[in-house]
Nanobody
Framework: QVQLVESGGGLVQAGGSLRLSCAASRIIFSINAMGWYRQAPGKQRELVAAITSGGSTNYADSVKGRFTISRDNAKNTVYLQMNSLKPEDTSVYYC???????????????WGQGTQVTVSS
């Protein structure tokens, strides 16, 4: 089973920036869609941003213009550049990907362990 390994979370002041990274733990055939979700205490997990294998993106309205999702297909890695951070962005951020383990195999859903992002006011 492939694991997604996240990094880049931390504590930042409002208005600051952070960059999250998420990479597959081992070599795989390919990854279809990739995305970042977040979940704050007492709230449901929500989609923050997603990117297809072709590079098409979509964002939650709350982060449009501030966050940018990108991917490096050669490295099976997805990034989330977060600028102009607000206290309401404080959450655990989770990476998600549809992983294809080998040619001819169906893709399956895979999640990272989560990384904490805290924005102080």
């Amino acid at each position: 089973q492939v694991q997604l390994v996240e990094s880049g979370g931390g504590l930042v002041q409002a208005g600051g920036s952070l960059r999250l990274s998420c990479a597959a733990s081992r070599i795989i055939f390919s990854i279809n869609a990739m995305g970042w979700y977040r979940q704050a205490p007492g709230k449901q997990r929500e989609l923050v941003a997603a990117i297809t294998s072709g590079g098409s993106t979509n964002y939650a309205d709350s982060v449009k213009g501030r966050f940018t999702i990108s991917r490096d297909n050669a490295k099976n890695t997805v990034y989330l550049q977060m600028n102009s951070l607000k206290p309401e962005d404080t959450s655990v951020y989770y990476c998600n990907a549809e992983v294809v383990p080998a040619k001819g195999f169906a893709g399956y859903d895979c999640w990272g362990q989560g990384t904490q992002v805290t924005v102080s006011s």
